[in-house]
């Protein structure tokens, strides 16, 4: 599902908005009247660009126009979904929502990214009724895929299953917040780790690098799986009857006086380059949410879900078959900026595991006792191609006689030719460890496809020695 969304406000939260939308092949309009809005929302389509496709092995669908308009009503008019993002000031939120009202289409989305404001508040007096939804990210919003959903009682029940398809469309992973009032859940847990975190500093008892570590080092990688609750649970009795003792979170105090001391230890902790630091956040979080992807864990189980449901069909078999199409990772990269060697040959892999998937050997063959294992590879390194690049394998069977897979993959980027990978496999039995004909299903379809290929011109490369080079 695609359309048109206008993002009102380019804050750090709006132009994340903006990103996430267009790299899912949405049209973008966004108004804010500051100065600094193009450079700003130019800066996070680059970020976003570097990132957010690495999380995928499927390909995004093409980039949605985004294009930045100086009102409020040509952004809104016949947008499909409207994105408040402005300063949390009731004021104004309400007199924009109020413009927004006046133009907005009956069928359009309307949702605001309040962090403390319920839908109430922000359903002011108009000419119309409108129902405004919250809709509220986490940062960067490009990447993080939780948003929670909140609604006010009122509110149609079909435009909020409708919000929840858009965000998932869009592979964010939204959660409805049963209850309303002020301050989502994700905002009040974080605000009170950072007033006990705060206190701590008030008091003496850490320092901000001790404090930093205690998360970054224990609760950052627990929590990147599973929530406080279940961390406890699993931990034991014993933790949760400590976690009980007098001192440790049986209070929340008021947020400390912001002095000197306080300010000047966080002042110190801030990094001297934000633009190096916040890109290393990012390949951080996209190497995190793919380990999480990989075991079907915490948040990367929608991005699984996401990938299933984009995978390539098969296409024409009469010519090379299509078995990769992606975006270069960040954690694919190595210390020259380019994809590094090691990821060739797994990308390579990838593509004959997708072979092994059109032909029918699949998980639930595999099951059956009767795999292809690789006996022999050769890869040749063409070109170069860096973090964020869309690139693509075209598969070639030139053998599947009997119990041999004899494929050739060649990875473009565009019609640039990056790498080529000759693979041999054999069908081996899994219970007698030995080469063992492949089921009939399994020997038809891949003779089929290995008798379609056999009459296209035998591509440059096949064979070709270590060191040997073109004639």
Same mark, same amino acid.
């Given at each position: 599902?695609?359309?048109?969304?206008?993002?009102?406000?380019?804050?750090?939260?709006?132009?994340?908005? =903006?990103?996430?939308?267009?790299?899912?092949?949405?049209?973008?309009?966004?108004?804010? #009247?500051?100065?600094?809005?193009?450079?700003?929302?130019?800066?996070?389509?680059?970020?976003?660009?570097?990132?957010?496709?690495?999380?995928?092995?499927?390909?995004?669908?093409?980039?949605?126009?985004?294009?930045?308009?100086? !009102?409020?009503?040509?952004?809104?008019?016949?947008?499909?979904?409207?994105?408040?993002?402005?300063?949390?000031?009731?004021?104004?939120?309400?007199?924009?929502?109020?413009?927004?009202?006046?133009?907005?289409?009956?069928?359009?989305?309307?949702?605001?990214?309040?962090?403390?404001? $319920? &839908?109430? *508040?922000?359903?002011?007096? @108009?000419?119309?009724?409108?129902?405004?939804?919250?809709? %509220? &990210?986490?940062?960067?919003?490009?990447?993080?895929?939780?948003?929670?959903?909140?609604?006010?009682?009122?509110?149609?029940?079909?435009?909020?299953?409708?919000?929840?398809?858009?965000?998932?469309?869009?592979?964010?992973? #939204?959660?409805?917040?049963?209850?309303?009032?002020?301050?989502?859940?994700?905002?009040?847990?974080?605000?009170?780790? /950072?007033?006990?975190?705060? /206190?701590?500093?008030?008091?003496?008892?850490?320092?901000?690098?001790?404090?930093?570590?205690?998360?970054?080092?224990?609760?950052?990688?627990?929590?990147?799986?599973?929530?406080?609750?279940?961390?406890?649970?699993?931990?034991?009795?014993?933790?949760?009857?400590?976690?009980?003792?007098?001192?440790?979170?049986? %209070?929340? &105090?008021?947020?400390?006086?912001?002095?000197?001391?306080?300010?000047?230890?966080?002042?110190?902790?801030?990094?001297? *380059?934000?633009?190096?630091?916040?890109?290393? +956040? *990012?390949?951080?979080?996209?190497?995190?949410?793919?380990?999480?992807?990989?075991?079907?864990?915490?948040?990367?189980? %929608?991005?699984?879900?996401?990938?299933?449901?984009?995978?390539?069909?098969?296409?024409?078999?009469?010519?090379?078959?299509?078995?990769?199409?992606?975006?270069?990772?960040?954690?694919?990269?190595?210390?020259?900026?380019?994809?590094?060697? $090691? +990821?060739?040959?797994?990308?390579?892999?990838?593509?004959?595991?997708?072979?092994?998937?059109?032909?029918?050997?699949?998980?639930?063959?595999?099951? !059956?006792? @009767?795999?292809?294992?690789?006996?022999?590879?050769?890869?040749?390194?063409? =070109?170069?191609? %860096?973090?964020?690049?869309?690139?693509?394998?075209?598969?070639?069977?030139?053998?599947?006689?009997?119990?041999?897979?004899?494929?050739?993959?060649?990875?473009?980027?565009?019609?640039?030719?990056?790498?080529?990978?000759?693979?041999?496999?054999?069908?081996?039995?899994?219970? $007698?460890?030995?080469?063992?004909? #492949?089921? &009939?299903?399994?020997?038809?379809?891949?003779?089929?496809?290995?008798?379609?290929? =056999?009459?296209? #011109?035998?591509?440059? @490369?096949?064979?070709?020695?270590?060191?040997?080079?073109?004639?």
């Amino acid at each position: 599902m695609t359309g048109v969304v206008a993002i009102l406000g380019a804050g750090q939260t709006g132009v994340g908005w =903006a990103a996430r939308f267009a790299l899912m092949g949405w049209a973008v309009r966004v108004f804010d #009247p500051n100065p600094a809005t193009a450079e700003r929302l130019e800066d996070e389509l680059v970020r976003a660009r570097r990132a957010l496709p690495g999380l995928h092995d499927t390909p995004l669908p093409p980039e949605g126009r985004v294009e930045i308009v100086p !009102t409020i009503s040509q952004a809104v008019t016949g947008a499909d979904w409207v994105q408040e993002s402005v300063p949390e000031r009731l004021d104004l939120k309400r007199a924009l929502l109020q413009k927004v009202q006046e133009h907005c289409a009956d069928g359009a989305i309307v949702a605001s990214s309040s962090s403390t404001l $319920s &839908p109430e *508040d922000l359903s002011g007096p @108009g000419a119309r009724p409108l129902s405004v939804l919250i809709a %509220h &990210p986490q940062v960067p919003v490009y990447l993080v895929p939780l948003v929670e959903l909140v609604a006010a009682p009122d509110a149609p029940q079909g435009a909020l299953d409708r919000a929840r398809e858009v965000l998932t469309g869009i592979g964010m992973a #939204p959660q409805t917040q049963t209850a309303a009032g002020a301050g989502r859940v994700s905002a009040r847990l974080s605000a009170a780790l /950072w007033r006990e975190a705060l /206190w701590l500093l008030k008091e003496g008892r850490a320092s901000v690098a001790e404090i930093d570590a205690a998360i970054r080092d224990g609760l950052g990688p627990l929590w990147a799986q599973m929530g406080p609750a279940e961390t406890c649970a699993l931990a034991g009795a014993e933790a949760a009857q400590a976690t009980a003792q007098p001192g440790l979170g049986d %209070h929340l &105090p008021a947020l400390p006086a912001m002095d000197e001391g306080i300010a000047q230890a966080l002042l110190a902790a801030t990094p001297n *380059d934000a633009a190096a630091r916040t890109r290393a +956040r *990012d390949t951080d979080l996209v190497g995190i949410l793919r380990a999480l992807k990989w075991t079907g864990q915490g948040a990367g189980a %929608h991005l699984a879900a996401l990938d299933a449901a984009r995978d390539l069909p098969p296409g024409d078999i009469t010519r090379p078959i299509v078995t990769q199409d992606r975006a270069v990772p960040l954690d694919w990269t190595d210390y020259n900026g380019h994809m590094s060697e $090691s +990821r060739y040959l797994y990308a390579f892999a990838d593509a004959t595991d997708r072979f092994m998937e059109i032909i029918g050997c699949d998980a639930a063959y595999i099951a !059956t006792g @009767g795999s292809y294992f690789t006996v022999e590879t050769h890869i040749r390194h063409i =070109a170069e191609v %860096h973090a964020g690049a869309r690139f693509r394998v075209e598969t070639t069977c030139l053998d599947g006689a009997g119990k041999k897979m004899h494929l050739f993959h060649q990875m473009y980027a565009g019609d640039r030719l990056l790498a080529t990978g000759e693979h041999l496999l054999l069908h081996v039995s899994l219970e $007698s460890r030995r080469t063992a004909p #492949p089921a &009939p299903q399994i020997a038809q379809r891949l003779g089929e496809i290995a008798e379609a290929h =056999a009459a296209l #011109p035998r591509p440059e @490369g096949v064979g070709r020695a270590v060191g040997q080079r073109p004639g």
